[in-house]
């Protein structure tokens, strides 16, 4: 079974609908973390959180929310679905390790936003 | 202003041959180095990583080197496998920060070719 998973996997949506991204994790691990990826630049930071009750902004947080109900679930939403959100989305984790972190990530929810 | 750039967006090996993925970084304050491997449909998984304290890091026929006066690194895979073929993702962080920190280039698509 995958440590981190994603839903949905694939999404299609209404420019102004409003949408959440949900991710599960096995690992007991605290940290958390929202991707962005699109052609051509890699991954971006959207937010993250480092305990339930730590939620932070990343690079491009605007025009996204974010929910952490419990430790091992992290909910990513679009407030108002607009067509340039379209991209891959991924969910990651992680823990430190001797001041290094590795992050694991989800297999990705790919979001066409019309 | 992207601080971390693979110039190459393809690259294409025979089987059997030495793949080398190049990776620059701008940010000084980097000190350690990823790389990530992904396959279609899946999320990014580790593979390698190496500190600025060292300039090479091996792990079986994957070898990170690390450039620092030139602020370069590069993966090289010897001998390349068709498993290898993936899109590869170098990733920064500056010294001592968490994985919120991370900063991700644009990813290589390696083919290897039978």
């Known amino acids: 079974d995958a440590d981190v998973t994603q839903t949905p996997r694939n999404r299609i949506t209404k420019t102004g609908k409003r949408i959440m991204l949900e991710c599960s994790q096995t690992?007991?691990?605290?940290?958390m973390y929202w991707y962005r990826q699109d052609p051509g630049l890699g991954l971006r930071l959207i937010y993250y959180?480092?305990?339930?009750?730590?939620?932070n902004k990343g690079e491009i947080s605007d025009g996204y929310s974010v929910s952490r109900q419990a430790q091992a679930k992290f909910s990513l939403s679009l407030e108002s679905a607009i067509p340039n959100q379209t991209a891959l989305y991924f969910c990651?984790?992680?823990?430190?390790?001797?001041?290094?972190?590795?992050?694991?990530f989800g297999p990705g929810t790919r979001l066409l936003v019309l | 202003d992207q601080q971390v750039k693979q110039n190459s967006p393809s690259l294409s090996v025979q089987e059997g041959r030495i793949s080398i993925l190049n990776c620059d970084y701008t940010?000084?304050?980097?000190?350690?180095f990823l790389w990530y491997k992904k396959y279609p449909a899946e999320g990014p998984t580790f593979l390698i990583s190496i500190s600025s304290i060292k300039d090479k890091n091996e792990d079986g026929r994957f070898t990170v080197f690390l450039n620092k006066s030139a602020k370069h690194l590069s993966l090289h895979i010897v001998p390349s496998q068709p498993g290898d073929s993936a899109v590869y993702f170098c990733a920064a962080s500056p010294i001592n920060q968490g994985a919120q920190k991370l900063v991700f280039g644009q990813g290589t698509r390696l083919t290897i070719n039978p």
């Open positions: 959180s480092f305990d339930v009750k730590d939620i």
């Open positions: 990651a984790t992680s823990v430190p390790t001797g001041g290094r972190e590795t992050q694991y």
């Open positions: 940010n000084s304050m980097f000190d350690y």
């Open positions: 690992k007991g691990h605290d940290r």
